[in-house]
């Protein structure tokens, strides 16, 4: 049961362009919505969150966007830098409930 | 601050053994989440402790089982292994569910293999 999804397995982008990594979800019930990036050999870092009542969060260089309408989540980052580089996992959950991932996207920040 | 520990990093196995991973929450936090990543896939949930008692359950076996101790670390436990339960094996610690909505903190992960 793929509640989580994410569609594209791979995104590559030039340095100092924007990164944008779409996430979409099937359970309505889902409140709260987050990102997390993770380098190879190291566990998951949480990134940025949003709540449901919320349709946009900030945070430097990364804004995550929420259409409840049509579940659908999106992690902008801009400027994206080679460091970005990693897998980012969208993740949501509901009363603080077992958190459901996406598969993932690899981003490649290109020089 | 002390972040999420986890122990061992890497473990072979043999299919029908059983094996033990162990996990020690980043400070301040009493709530533990085990996670089992096969290749290519997001994390999927196997079980959450609280209070040193299971606190909800992913689509997982009995066969997998956990234990939390009263300064929160948490082990897994799994017997009867197979092929299949490959994976890497992440621990995530958590303020209390009870409480607002707050991520997970996750450790690097224990790669098990088994053969």
């Not at chain 1, 897998?87 to 981003?107: E, I, K, P, Q, W």
């Given at each position: 049961?793929?509640q989580?999804k994410q569609n594209?397995?791979s995104?590559?982008?030039?340095e100092?362009?924007?990164?944008?990594?779409?996430?979409?979800?099937?359970?309505?019930?889902?409140?709260?919505?987050?990102?997390?990036?993770?380098?190879?050999a190291?566990?998951?870092?949480?990134?940025?969150?949003?709540?449901?009542?919320?349709?946009?969060?900030?945070?430097?260089?990364?804004?995550?966007?929420?259409?409840k309408?049509a579940?659908?989540?999106s992690l902008?980052?801009?400027?994206?830098?080679?460091?970005?580089?990693a897998?980012?996992?969208?993740?949501?959950?509901?009363?603080?409930?077992?958190?459901?991932?996406?598969?993932?996207?690899?981003?490649t920040?290109?020089? | 601050?002390?972040?999420?520990?986890q122990?061992?990093?890497?473990?072979?196995?043999?299919?029908g053994?059983?094996?033990?991973?162990?996990?020690?929450?980043?400070s301040?936090?009493?709530?533990v989440?085990?996670?089992?990543?096969?290749l290519g896939?997001?994390?999927q949930f196997?079980?959450?402790?609280?209070?040193e008692e299971?606190?909800?359950?992913?689509?997982?076996?009995?066969?997998?089982?956990?234990?939390?101790?009263?300064?929160?670390?948490?082990?897994l436990?799994?017997?009867?292994?197979?092929?299949?339960?490959?994976a890497?094996y992440?621990?995530?610690?958590?303020?209390p569910?009870?409480g607002?909505?707050?991520?997970?903190?996750?450790?690097?992960?224990?790669?098990?293999?088994?053969?």
């Open positions: 049961d793929q989580v594209s397995p995104l590559s982008v030039q100092g362009r924007i990164s944008i990594l779409n996430c979409d979800y099937t359970n309505s019930m889902f409140d709260y919505f987050l990102w997390y990036k993770k380098y190879p190291e566990g998951p870092t949480f990134l940025i969150s949003i709540s449901s009542i919320k349709d946009k969060n900030e945070d430097g260089r990364f804004t995550v966007f929420l259409n309408s579940k659908h989540l902008h980052i801009v400027p994206s830098q080679p460091g970005d580089s897998v980012y996992f969208c993740a949501a959950s509901f009363s603080n409930n077992d958190m459901r991932f996406g598969a993932g996207t690899r981003l920040v290109k020089p | 601050e002390t972040g999420v520990t122990s061992p990093t890497h473990l072979i196995k043999t299919r053994q059983q094996v033990t991973l162990r996990c020690s929450s980043q301040g936090h009493n709530t989440s085990w996670y089992q990543q096969a896939q997001g994390p196997i079980f959450q402790y609280y209070r299971e606190n909800g359950r992913g689509n997982f076996p009995p066969r997998f089982s956990g234990l939390q101790f009263p300064n929160y670390s948490s082990e436990n799994v017997n009867a292994l197979e092929l299949d339960d490959s890497l992440l621990c995530a610690s958590s303020l569910r009870t607002p909505n707050s991520p997970l903190h996750f450790g690097n992960g224990t790669r098990l293999t088994v053969t």
